[in-house]
């Protein structure tokens, strides 16, 4: 079986500061690793995902996540936030061998970006 | 471009009072699932299919039944409302594994 644990509930920070978003994982084969963002209202969409190769991925509006198998982490940063990211974000695992593709979500950062 | 879509957006029930949350998607995704969302819990798993005919349970299944009769449609069904039930439900579907999950809108639900 999988578990998520997001370290931090909701994360304020100003407009243009950096952010890092953590994410723990616990699982005993082999995993895919997800960031999903939910705006107000809406439901979740990818941010970015890391199934094999270079640990560090990154999406289009900026943000990277690098995986760590050692610490068995997949934190999700940015180098300067807009006021737009403020949103949800959701990290999940899915076990690589599950049929199924089921999602294991943690329980949610809210990300808030004052200006 | 429909992607998935919930119906309805929005339901009250009363308690023991039954209904179903439609989902339907037009990407001929074979994975779909049925999520619930609950303030600081994040999302769990109700049921999920990997197929037409096929369902099976995820972590929350007690409560709630799910068909899978065609590749589009995947209802949810709640037979006996409980306040427990009250959340929010996603619907959501995938290609595959290792691909993206769609996610429809969400259906806002309160059971009094």
């Known amino acids: 079986a999988q578990s998520v644990t997001q370290l931090d509930s909701q994360v304020p920070v100003f407009e243009e500061a950096p952010v890092e978003l953590r994410c723990n994982y616990s699982s005993s084969v082999s995993v895919y690793l997800f960031w999903y963002v939910q705006y107000p209202n809406q439901g979740l969409q990818l941010l970015l995902k890391?199934?094999?190769?270079?640990?560090l991925v990154e999406s289009i509006n900026g943000f990277e996540a690098e995986f760590n198998k050692s610490q068995t982490s997949f934190h999700l940063r940015k180098p300067s936030v807009h006021i737009s990211d403020t949103a949800e974000y959701f990290c999940?695992?899915?076990?690589?061998?599950?049929?199924?593709?089921?999602?294991?979500f943690g329980q949610g950062t809210e990300l808030s970006v004052k200006p | 471009n429909a992607g998935v879509t919930q119906t309805p957006k929005f339901r009250i029930l009363k308690i023991g009072q039954s209904m179903t949350l439609q989902c339907t998607q037009d990407m001929n995704h074979n994975y779909m699932y049925w999520y619930r969302q609950d303030p600081g819990m994040g999302l769990k798993l109700i049921y999920y299919?990997?197929?037409?005919?096929?369902?099976d349970k995820g972590e929350v299944p007690n409560g709630y039944n799910v068909s899978r009769s065609t590749t589009e449609d995947f209802p949810l069904r709640l037979e006996l409302a409980a306040p427990s039930q009250t959340s929010v439900y996603f619907c959501a579907s995938s290609y595959g594994r290792e691909t993206e999950a769609f996610f429809g809108q969400g259906t806002r639900l309160t059971v009094v």
């Open positions: 890391y199934l094999s190769g270079s640990t």
């Open positions: 299919s990997v197929g037409a005919g096929i369902t």
């Open positions: 999940a695992v899915s076990d690589i061998y599950n049929q199924g593709g089921k999602l294991i």
